[in-house]
T-cell receptor, first 114, second 114 residues
Framework: NAGVMQNPRHLVRRRGQEARLRCSPM?????VYWYRQLPEEGLKFMVY????????ESGMPKERFSAEFPKEGPSILRIQQVVRGDSAAYFC????????????FGPGTRLTVL | DAKTTQPPSMDCAEGRAANLPCNHS???????VYWYRQIHSQGPQYIIH???NNETNEMASLIITEDRKSSTLILPHATLRDTAVYYC???????????????FGAGTQVVVTP
C-alpha cells in the first residue's frame, strides 16, 4: 500500500506565477489535510477536505489560495500570483473514513518563489 | 494556538530511554493526546495517541497523568535515527470539523548522541 504521494517534490516559481501542488492520499483514505511549514517555523494547518467538500478552511489565506479534492484524482492546492512569502514546505496528509485515526503525511512539496 | 507546552530541546544518549514531557493543563474531557515527530525535512510521522490510559506500541509508550494535565512520551531505547522534533498535540473527538486538523506547536528538538 503506497503512502501519501505528493508532486512535485520541489517547485520553483517566479513572482506572479501560479503554483499547483498535488496530493494523492493513501488508498482508501477519503480525508485530506494540507499544512504549510515556513522556513524555521512550525507546521500550520491550512485546509481539511473530504471528497468534493471543503470541511475546514480556517487556516487558508483569504486570497490567492484554493484547494480541491475532486471525486476522481488527487487533491490540488493552488496558489495564484505567488509571492516570495509563499516559499515554504507544503505537506499533505490523509486519513481513513473512520478518523480520529492518525494522519499519514506525505514527503512534502518545497516551493521556492524567486 | 497550540494547547501544549514542551521544552524546546533535549539531548539523549544512544541506547538510553528518552522521556519527553508535555504539559496540557487546559485539556478537555473529549480531547486526546497525540504525539508526532518530524525528522529533518521529512513529513511528520505519527507515533502514538491516548485519552487517559497509558498506551504502548512498537515505537513508544505514552504515560498520561491521572488528572490528564500532562503526559510523557517514552522512547525506550533511543537510536540516532530518533533525532527529530517531537510534537505533543491535543485533539478533540466528536465534531468532524474540530477533530480534523492538527495544531502543531514548536515541539521538542531531540538530539540523540552516540
Amino acid at each position: 500500500n503506497a503512502g501519501v504521494m505528493q508532486n512535485p517534490r520541489h517547485l520553483v516559481r517566479r513572482r506572479g506565477q501560479e503554483a499547483r501542488l498535488r496530493c494523492s492520499p493513501m488508498k482508501g483514505h477519503s480525508h485530506v489535510y494540507w499544512y504549510r511549514q515556513l522556513p524555521e517555523e512550525g507546521l500550520k494547518f491550512m485546509v481539511y477536505l473530504q471528497k468534493e467538500n471543503i470541511i475546514d478552511e480556517s487556516g487558508m489565506p483569504k486570497e490567492r489560495f484554493s484547494a480541491e479534492f475532486p471525486k476522481e484524482g488527487p487533491s490540488i492546492l493552488r496558489i495564484q500570483q505567488v509571492v516570495r512569502g509563499d516559499s515554504a514546505a507544503y505537506f499533505c496528509a490523509s486519513s481513513p473514513r473512520t478518523s480520529l485515526n492518525e494522519q499519514f503525511f506525505g514527503p512534502g512539496t518545497r516551493l521556492t518563489v524567486l | 494556538d497550540a494547547k501544549t507546552t514542551q521544552p524546546p530541546s533535549m539531548d539523549c544518549a544512544e541506547g538510553r530511554a528518552a522521556n519527553l514531557p508535555c504539559n496540557h493543563s487546559t485539556i478537555s474531557g473529549n480531547e486526546y493526546v497525540y504525539w508526532y515527530r518530524q525528522i529533518h525535512s521529512q513529513g511528520p510521522q505519527y507515533i502514538i495517541h491516548g485519552l487517559k490510559n497509558n498506551e504502548t506500541n512498537e515505537m513508544a509508550s505514552l504515560i498520561i497523568t491521572e488528572d490528564r494535565k500532562s503526559s510523557t512520551l517514552i522512547l525506550p531505547h533511543a537510536t540516532l535515527r530518533d533525532t527529530a522534533v517531537y510534537y505533543c498535540i491535543v485533539r478533540a473527538a466528536g465534531a468532524t470539523d474540530s477533530w480534523g486538523k492538527l495544531q502543531f506547536g514548536a515541539g521538542t528538538q531531540v538530539v540523540v548522541t552516540p
